[in-house]
């Protein structure tokens, strides 16, 4: 048994590193293949949305940073909206739009209702070609809005990402491991889905958007439940998968850089990827069911779901289902300490290298990644699936008032 134990979390890794491995190929010998023809001279107007709960003044210093950005003045405003947050997270939008008249529009939900409706509400509000989705606590580099839209010069191009980064790398020992959970996750994966221009998810913290396609999502977005029970969260997942079925590319430009407050709790990091496990799981049930929809697009998306994703599925569901029954602790196996030793000791030195203001102060936290991918990719997933019909803000572990 634990032959096939080994096996099964063996295959699982080589899946992962064999796409982690070719995104490097590309990323370091052939980055062209993972590129996309950009326009500077497009100068599409631009809506960025900013969804707010509880983020107290930090969402004022996302806006100022936003503002700073090289791009013309008179072509992009930011909406930004509070979800009856519980602290004073609303006087700090209403401090924003009197401090920045004309370029910063305040809005209020008359209740709590998730990150969503809340960014479909303001996008009513809004007439501009691209809507540019983003988090409440993000901050931008001078030349993100530039470097995103720059990528529209293709009109099949659907939705344009970027890289997020850690403000907070060396608070403590849990920002200090997530600080690689985010370079695989926002850069280094998302070399590989370039290839094909099939990124299967733009993550919400730097999601720009043509705004027909948008709207032409927007009821599915409303109408989304699992068996009857609303979902409010995922949105990011939701609309890159509806972009594909309808023959958009997806792609995120590396280029395009922001950087957000990681959590430095543990309540508050466990809610977050438990979100972010939902909504992965959910998505790949969404995939099955709408399997044939895939196969009759001509986006190589739908080689990706006739072929890697059923081989994921199979060992996924054999990990989670099998492994941890017979050996709930298969992941302090002398070869699996060595595999996620070795991967952490690698990812310490790529992001050292590459991105100094991400730098570690204690390389020893390598050693926890490992593990915790283990922990999150088998007993997270089984806890999702056991509770779909529970959603919130994730790391916002306030309440609302």
């Known amino acids: 048994m634990l032959t096939f134990i080994l096996c099964v979390l063996g295959l699982r890794v080589f899946l992962s590193l064999a796409k982690y491995a070719w995104s490097v190929v590309m990323r370091i010998g052939h980055p062209q293949l993972a590129s996309v023809k950009q326009d500077f001279s497009l100068e599409p107007t631009v809506s960025i949305l900013l969804p707010c709960f ?3 003044p930090d969402v004022y210093n996302s806006i100022r940073t936003i503002l700073e950005c090289d791009y013309p003045v008179d072509k992009f405003h930011v ?3 509070d979800d009856r947050s519980s602290d004073d997270s609303w006087e700090w939008l209403q401090k924003a739009a009197a401090d920045f008249p004309g370029r910063v529009v305040a809005r209020r939900n008359p209740k709590n209702m998730g990150k969503s409706r809340t960014l479909i509400g303001a996008s009513h509000v809004s007439n501009s070609d691209i809507i ?3 988090d409440s606590d993000c901050i931008f580099a001078k030349d993100t809005i530039r470097q995103l839209v720059s990528c529209f010069a293709d009109p099949k191009m659907g939705i344009v990402g970027g890289t997020v980064g850690i403000r907070n790398p060396n608070t403590n ?3 200090q491991v997530q600080t690689y959970v985010y370079f695989l996750a926002f850069d280094l994966w998302k070399t590989y889905e370039n290839w094909t221009k099939s990124v299967t998810c733009v993550g919400g913290y730097l999601l720009a958007i043509r705004r027909h396609l948008f709207e032409q999502i927007e009821p599915k977005i409303l109408t989304r439940n699992w068996f009857g029970v609303e979902v409010v969260e995922g949105e990011d997942r939701y609309i890159t998968h509806h972009a594909l079925l309808l023959g958009y590319d997806t792609y995120v430009n590396t280029k395009a850089r922001c950087w957000t407050n990681a959590p430095d709790k543990y309540p508050q ?3 977050q990827q438990y979100r972010w496990r939902k909504s992965g ?3 790949l049930f969404l995939t099955y069911k709408l399997l044939w929809s895939h196969l009759g697009t001509v986006h190589p998306n739908g080689v990706y779901c006739s072929t890697i994703a ?9 990990g989670i289902f099998i ?3 017979f050996d709930p602790l298969f992941f302090l196996h002398p070869i699996t300490v060595i595999i996620s030793m070795a991967t952490g000791a690698v990812l310490h030195l790529i992001v050292s290298k590459h991105f100094p203001d991400q730098k570690i102060a204690n390389p020893l936290t390598f050693a926890f990644f490992g593990f915790w991918w283990i922990i999150n990719s088998f007993y997270l997933t089984v806890l999702s699936l056991l509770t779909f019909d529970f959603s919130d803000w994730g790391s916002r572990s306030k309440k609302p008032g």
């Open 79 to 81: 909406i930004a909206t």
């Open 269 to 271: 990091f466990f809610k």
């Open 173 to 175: 020992s849990l920002t």
């Open 310 to 318: 059923p081989l994921t599925l199979l060992t996924f569901t054999l």
């Open 132 to 134: 540019l989705v983003i």
């Open 281 to 283: 799981v959910r998505d």
């Open 323 to 325: 492994a941890p029954r």
């Open 54 to 56: 509880n983020e107290g």
